[in-house]
């Protein structure tokens, strides 16, 4: 599939190439923090994502990347895997019959593709 990606400063589009369980994000780092793994040292950014209108709140995001992708403040743009794990957890009991349901739910994960 290919992502036509346009930004309101470009004057022309910028096709990439993105798979399935890929996503084309553009945003401004706001935070960013290295961690250690058992993979070794790797750096979780916060992305802000442009807003759809000027009446939404952007979007924010965090991305796992080996690399730093810069300072924050600085701009980035790139593919990342769209990854993640289920989770569960028990619901507060219900205040009429006090049953206890268990909410399945997923953490989403977002790696930078490395170029």
Request: overall charge neutral.
């Amino acid at each position: 599939m290919e992502v036509v990606a346009s930004h309101p400063t470009q004057k022309k589009p910028t096709t990439l190439a993105v798979q399935m369980g890929q996503v084309y994000l553009e945003g401004r780092i706001a935070f960013r923090r290295r961690m250690r793994g058992q993979e070794g040292l790797y750096f979780l950014s916060v992305l802000k994502i442009p807003a759809q209108d000027q009446f939404s709140h952007p979007g924010t995001v965090e991305v796992l990347s080996h690399d730093s992708l810069g300072q924050p403040g600085d701009d980035w743009k790139g593919v990342c895997e769209v990854t993640g794990y289920p989770r569960s957890f028990d619901s507060k009991p219900d205040k009429e019959t006090g049953e206890v349901t268990r909410i399945h739910t997923a953490e989403v994960r977002l790696r930078v593709l490395e170029q």
